[in-house]
């Protein structure tokens, strides 16, 4: 039995059994190499399910404030945010069944795009280790390794660390050969990482999506709309746009999976996970902390050892 | 500890500019320790512009950066000793959280020695002159801010 | 149709030339975003692409726009306005989707007794050289909105691309002020508009997307309490790509920005996908979750814009359909109401 077919009978199972009201899962996009999310609530619909490299968005995003009980469908990086969202009580347990898919990347459809400079990608599959594209009536192939997401790259959860049922085999865990982008950052002095992250940030056009598509992004009033006191004008002046990005790094440390669902959104295709790498990378130093992988742990900005590293502090 | 040499340093910058300096500090040690200094007549520089908060963790990074964005050369935050905090852990958690404002602004290139962080109890008025002498050294070394500040486009 | 032509090779003079006595706005690429931005030379011009990433329409609505200028001095407070250029803007190579678009900005900034004067300066001095569309997008529907990929609608000039020549169709007088000045053009033959009009007819069967949205208006007016918006809405994230993406949203906020001892009302971009957009000073919001704001989009572009200005406020550019983060594509969304 294909993966597909086993979610799909789990889906339904778990419909028809009333275990839950709602399957939040992936069906099949508009766009080439695109899926979309959907929510399922009647069994005869789970045929829609789909389950492939094009799954890429977070679905831990559409549980909270939900009052109904749902199944997710999780890649690793997914369920570790489900884990962080019960973690910091915005979902509770007994409300979500984890459904566990095995996750070897997903590609980046951005890259493709660019690659392709101006030519129409009509349509695509996946054959194996080859994406195999129709660019305007002619075929060209892409090695599906080089264009796997940054954050798929460097990936060492695969697999749901938590969950209530897993579709099929899990996925071959590897060990990370750690961020050739980060690594190349930080080996920059203070003026040439300005001087990028001024380039980079400075296409922001504050739509947010970023944002909205982080599950671990919850506020009802986010600090950016709130007028009382006023942190942050809605221009696009260079200080407001790094204050943004600098904050949005702030609040999610210690929290943030590195899911990529950041980037993915991001319109104008700025690398937005060099800084929560790199704030992520320093907590596991410090801290010692992962986010995601126990129920049990409290998140690190949450709590605080005595011996706690201070040589920054006069 | 890099220095970095802006362009407008070289071009404006006058002898007699002086960075301004925001300092947050607890009520219970690092106030109380300046109040101390003052009144014990020792001399600090007085770049310093005090802000008095009830305790070093109610002290939003976000102060940190809005300073910054406002045209403030450096930012000093100071509270208890840990083990020493007023509120018991306020400085404890805080800690963690300045640890991370500083990687970030740092990685981000914000210069190094712009926003420094110390305990200074209520009996160490010396110190507080110190580290007060300290900053407005090392952020004078820098030059003023660039970087994060708001500026009108043209 | 009137028509001249210009060989391809000498396009970048007659930009060149344009660019000496007039502020001339192209598409570009400018750190890998598609966009439309000023010119200072033909070299820069992308036109290697169906649509740009970033629509033209922050040439005439820019993203921060000040309005006022204010300065503390000397114990007084200076009011200054801002100075817009009066040189005439060329705006090249507008896909005619865009140039129509253009139309729905008008009718939102002018009316007769009101005019929004600083829209207004960039408007009059603008000329519209648009560029024809010889290969729609999958994700085009133009058609299905009342355009084409050949429209004229907007434009001052329209330039079909044919190979070793461009055509250019002289649709307004502005247009053909601009091509007198200069020595680059001839007058069309017989083939080259024949080979123009073949190709419109080509470009406009290639378009994939076709939706019948006669009596949309009236049908989506009944709509306001349908059920169906509950489960239309639940896999919209709520960000503002589509709106800021979108050659012909225009609504806006009007914030003041303090820069020390200056300051200035800025009018910056906003969007009714963002709760803050109708949040009320006593914390009332009538469009609390992401079904009103949703449903807000659909109604106002396809119901309450037609209903008031007589067009429908979207033209079909595809723009919010390859970008949305969880591709949410409005495409289904009028199938499904129809």
Request: proline share 5%.
């Amino acid at each position: 039995m294909s993966l597909e077919t086993s979610l799909r009978e789990i889906a339904r199972k778990l419909l028809e059994e009333g275990q839950v009201d709602v399957i939040i899962g992936y069906e099949k996009g508009s766009l080439p190499l695109q899926t979309t999310p959907c929510f399922i609530d009647d069994a005869d619909d789970v045929d829609r399910l789909v389950w492939n490299e094009s799954c890429g968005n977070n679905l831990a995003k559409y549980l909270v404030d939900r009052k109904d009980k749902a199944g997710v469908v999780a890649k690793g990086c997914d369920a570790r945010s489900i884990v962080m969202l019960v973690v910091e009580k915005q979902v509770e347990r007994d409300k979500v069944v984890i459904i566990g898919v095995p996750c070897s990347g997903i590609i980046d459809r951005r890259k493709i795009v660019e690659t392709l400079e101006g030519r129409e990608m009509l349509e695509a599959t996946i054959k194996g280790d080859k994406v195999v594209v129709n660019v305007e009536g002619s075929e060209e192939v892409f090695a599906k390794e080089q264009f796997l997401c940054e954050s798929c790259q460097t990936c060492e959860h695969r697999n749901a660390p938590i969950y209530d049922v897993f579709v099929g085999e899990k996925a071959k865990e590897t060990k990370s050969m750690g961020e050739t982008s980060l690594s190349e950052l930080e080996k920059m002095t203070a003026s040439e990482r300005w001087s990028f992250f001024k380039r980079e940030l400075g296409k922001c056009i504050r739509c947010y999506a970023c944002r909205e598509v982080c599950p671990l992004c919850y506020c009802e009033e986010c600090f950016v709309d709130q007028t009382m006191p006023s942190w942050l004008g809605k221009t696009d002046d260079e200080s407001e746009v790094m204050f943004y990005h600098v904050t949005r790094a702030l609040h999610l440390a210690g929290r943030c999976v590195d899911c990529g669902a950041c980037s993915r959104a991001c319109p104008m295709g700025i690398n937005l996970r060099n800084l929560n790498r790199r704030v992520e990378k320093r907590v596991k130093e410090l801290y010692n902390y992962e986010a995601g992988l126990s129920f049990e742990e409290t998140p690190p900005l949450a709590t605080f050892k005595l011996n706690d590293p201070q040589e920054f502090i006069k | 500890m890099e220095t970095t040499v802006s362009p407008s340093t070289e071009v404006n910058k006058e002898d007699n500019w002086e960075p301004k300096i925001i300092a947050f500090l607890c009520n219970w040690c690092s106030y109380a320790g300046a109040d101390l200094a003052g009144v014990s007549r020792i001399q600090y520089p007085p770049n310093v512009r005090i802000v008095r908060v009830p305790c070093s963790g109610r002290i939003n990074p976000m102060f940190i950066v809005k300073c910054l964005e406002r045209g403030v050369d450096g930012v000093l935050v100071s509270g208890c000793h840990p083990g020493e905090c007023h509120y018991i852990s306020g400085n404890l958690f805080a800690r963690r959280k300045f640890t991370i404002l500083k990687e970030i602004l740092e990685f981000v290139g914000i210069e190094p020695g712009r926003v420094q962080f110390s305990w200074v109890s209520a009996s160490e008025g010396e110190k507080f002159a110190r580290v007060v002498r300290d900053v407005v050294e090392e952020v004078k070394a820098l030059g003023p801010i660039e970087r994060m500040v708001k500026a009108a486009p043209i | 149709m009137k028509g001249k032509t210009i060989l391809k090779e000498r396009l970048p003079d007659f930009i060149d030339e344009l660019i000496r006595e007039n502020l001339v706005f192209a598409p570009v690429k400018r750190e890998n975003i598609t966009c439309f931005d000023e010119i200072s030379a033909s070299d820069e011009v992308h036109l290697n692409l169906q649509n740009t990433k970033k629509p033209s329409k922050d040439v005439l609505l820019p993203k921060c726009e000040p309005l006022l200028l204010f300065e503390a001095k000397d114990k007084k407070v200076e009011v200054k306005e801002p100075k817009i250029s009066d040189a005439r803007r060329i705006l090249f190579g507008i896909r005619p989707c865009e140039a129509r678009g253009f139309n729905v900005f008008d009718k939102a900034f002018t009316s007769d007794e009101f005019k929004d004067v600083y829209y207004m300066k960039r408007r009059e001095n603008a000329i519209v050289i648009g560029m024809a569309c010889l290969k729609p997008s999958p994700t085009c529907f133009c058609t299905s909105v009342g355009g084409s990929p050949f429209s004229r609608e907007g434009s001052d000039l329209l330039l079909v691309d044919l190979g070793d020549r461009y055509f250019v169709d002289v649709i307004t007088e502005k247009g053909e002020e601009v091509i007198e000045k200069t020595r680059l053009f001839k007058d069309a033959e017989k083939r080259d508009i024949d080979a123009a009009e073949k190709a419109a007819k080509e470009a406009e069967a290639s378009i994939k997307t076709r939706i019948r949205l006669e009596g949309i208006q009236d049908k989506l007016s009944k709509m306001f309490d349908d059920p169906s918006w509950d489960d239309l809405h639940q896999k919209c994230v709520g960000c503002g790509v589509c709106t800021f993406l979108c050659p012909t949203c225009y609504c806006f906020d009007i914030v003041d920005e303090s820069y020390g001892f200056e300051m200035r009302r800025v009018r910056v971009w906003d969007t009714c996908q963002f709760p803050l957009f109708t949040q009320q000073a006593s914390g009332v919001n009538p469009r609390p979750s992401g079904k009103e704001r949703m449903r807000q989009r659909i109604m106002h572009k396809f119901s309450y814009f037609p209903e008031v200005h007589g067009e429908i406020a979207c033209i079909g550019c595809g723009r919010c359909i390859r970008e949305c983060p969880v591709n949410f594509d409005i495409r289904e969304v009028l199938k499904s109401i129809m």
